[in-house]
């Protein structure tokens, strides 16, 4: 079965900073990988996906992660931090004949400071 | 406006009661699902209906119960036997397996049992 670990469980940030934000997966083959992002209190948005072709992908709002299969990571940046990026980030996997089933990782809360 | 509806937004429950959560969505989506948050362990899923008519056990069913009667609504029951009910509990749908169509999330519903 494929499982999920987000290492960080809260990051600070100053605002214009990079943020880089840590997932490993664990799957035999090759996963479906995922980043959402959750605003307090709300439900989740999909930030991007991976599933093959190139390993730096592009996403909404500025983000992108980069697949390493030699690390088993999949690992989500973004250049600089705007104050709305205050959030729970939270990194997925699933697998081709997983009947429609994500595994998410415990997410990671960013902070944003002025 | 396309999109998911969950209602309520809070909900308080005597513990032994069951309760039903509400979950409709206008997207015209066939797949839905039920999702558990609780802090620090990210989402697990508890139901999953691919189609009308059809749902699955997820990772966490027992205690719970759904039904799938129309394309638009899942509404998700939390009876008496869930020993640990109180949650936020998201629902999400998707055009077919998420791993092609993205998963988009309703705003939550947060179950508080007294």
């Known amino acids: 079965a494929q499982s999920v670990t987000q290492p960080d469980i809260h990051i600070t940030v100053s605002e214009g900073a990079s943020l880089e934000l840590r997932c490993n997966y664990s799957y035999g083959a090759t996963p479906y990988l995922f980043w959402y992002v959750q605003s307090p209190g709300q439900g989740l948005q999909l930030l991007l996906k991976y599933f093959s072709g190139d390993t730096l992908v592009q996403g909404i709002k500025g983000f992108e992660a980069e697949f390493k299969r030699s690390q088993s990571s999949f690992n989500l940046r973004k250049p600089s931090v705007h104050w709305s990026d205050a959030a729970e980030y939270f990194c997925?996997?699933?697998?081709?004949?997983?009947?429609?089933?994500?595994?998410f990782g415990a997410g990671t809360t960013v902070t944003v400071r002025a | 406006d396309g999109g998911i509806t969950q209602s309520p937004k809070y909900l308080f429950r005597k513990e032994g009661q069951n309760v039903t959560l509400s979950c409709e969505q206008n997207?015209?989506?066939?797949?839905m699902y039920w999702y558990r948050q609780d802090p620090g362990q990210g989402l697990r899923l508890i139901y999953y209906s691919q189609i009308v008519n059809d749902f699955q056990k997820g990772d966490i069913a027992e205690g719970y119960s759904v039904s799938r009667e129309k394309k638009e609504s899942f509404p998700l029951t939390v009876t008496s036997a869930q020993k640990n009910p109180t949650a936020f509990y998201l629902c999400a749908s998707s055009m077919g397996d998420p791993m092609d169509n993205e998963q988009f999330f309703g705003p939550g519903t947060r179950l508080t049992v007294l």
């Open positions: 997925a996997v699933g697998a081709i004949h997983s009947d429609y089933k994500l595994s």
């Open positions: 997207l015209n989506h066939d797949a």
